[in-house]
């Protein structure tokens, strides 16, 4: 990987990922969330971010098949074709994830389907949750729109809905509780050729990008804010050397009983501070006047306390008045050692 500019070069994948919906949008500039450097890393398998389940994504997941029952019910959908229909319950696995593996460049997997009496595609669904109901108060945002309308061009159709529910903090919480109905639930529809009447021109756009920076390896300028956590986590070099293999294995062993000795030990010592200071607060009562030191004896240890005579500054009334000697006063100190027997078997005195 060298880094040049504002832009980073690799060699050229083998094996690139295609551009999904998701991926197309963001390719043509029109995803505020994602940037078309991120894409690339993701497309040239140079870094992707880790995925992980957000409270957003299991609410999509958890309430997209409620959808689909809702629109079959309440819009009479009976030709309504998901996923699952028409490839069976292991269809991601079947697909590996793209429902257009004869498509070199564009992939994905559309949400449903309504089919005509042939089971031949005629309108794509995509569904939707949110809770930014701004977001569609005018019309469908703009990088939606796009997903579904690739999706459609691939399909060879010109007939879109979009259906996105409406949610709130406790369908995030509890979205298995979620029903859609007509008061969270909007369906808007579009023909592809009358919202994007440019379609092939946005389909030639996406495909030149594809040819100028993944078939080169050379990536689109990076955004140095938007794309911080992609540079930084590019800029980490990590080595996978097998000779390393055996020694990495055992380090990681040790570390880990270290780890738990340390955590072990530490409440040990707490343990031993309260128990010595117990024994030195009794040793302590059991001075007489005329006694310099005490011992306490054990099988293997000998406690010792021993007091000196010393003066202390009262800090406060110094500071106030400015004396040292005026405010000096006459203080007692106790000091305790701890030995080691050499003869473990002398017994507690």
Known sequence: MNWIGTHIEITPPTRPKKITATRFATVLGKNPWATPFEIWCAVTRTYEKPFEDTIYTIAGKTIEPKQIAYMRKAYAMDNLR?????????????????????????????????????????????????????????????????????????????????????????????????????????????????????????????????????????????????????????SIRRLSLDVMNKQIAAAEKLRSEVEAAKEAITKKVKELAEAEETIKQNAIAELRDTDKAVEVKGKTYTWTVSRTKCVTVDKDALEADGLLDKYAKPATQYRMTVKKKENTDEPNV
Request: aromatic share 14%; glycine share 6%.
């Open 82 to 234: 998901s996923p699952m229909d028409i490839y069976g319950a292991d269809y991601f696995k079947r697909t590996h994830g793209d429902f257009f593996p004869d498509t070199p460049i564009f992939g994905g997997m559309w949400d449903s389907l309504l089919v005509d009496a042939d089971g031949k595609p005629e309108t794509v669904l995509e569904f939707k949750t949110t809770k930014r109901s701004e977001d569609w108060a005018r019309d469908v945002p703009e990088y939606y729109a796009l997903q579904a309308s690739l999706y459609a061009y691939l399909l060879g159709v010109d007939d879109v809905i979009m259906v996105a529910s409406f949610l709130n903090g406790k369908d995030y919480d509890h979205p298995e509780a979620f029903v859609p109905s007509a008061s969270n639930t909007i369906t808007v529809e579009f023909k592809v050729s009358e919202r994007y009447p440019d379609m092939e021109m946005l389909i030639h756009k996406a495909t030149c990008w594809w040819r100028e920076y993944v078939e080169t390896g050379i990536s689109p300028d990076y955004d140095e804010k938007r794309d911080a956590e992609i540079l930084n986590a590019l």
